[in-house]
């Protein structure tokens, strides 16, 4: 998936989420704490870690997809 659209994507499904890419390339999201990775999965997995509820709020609209 193009990095920009996955941008947009995670920003859409974590609207909470400040999302970024750094400018070292990494992944980055800041709400109530901030958590980064070198990869669009290591992001995720922490998303999911932190915020389990937006996590199933996401998978649930993908499934609605």
């Not at 992944?27 to 990775?37: E, L």
């Amino acid at each position: 998936m193009d990095e920009a659209v996955a941008l947009l994507l995670i920003r859409s499904l974590f609207a909470g989420w400040t999302i970024v890419r750094d400018e070292c390339g990494d992944w980055r999201a800041t709400c109530c704490v901030v958590v980064s990775s070198g990869d669009i999965g290591g992001l995720l997995e922490a998303l999911a870690a932190v915020d389990p509820d937006a996590a199933r709020r996401a998978v649930s609209l993908l499934r609605e997809c």
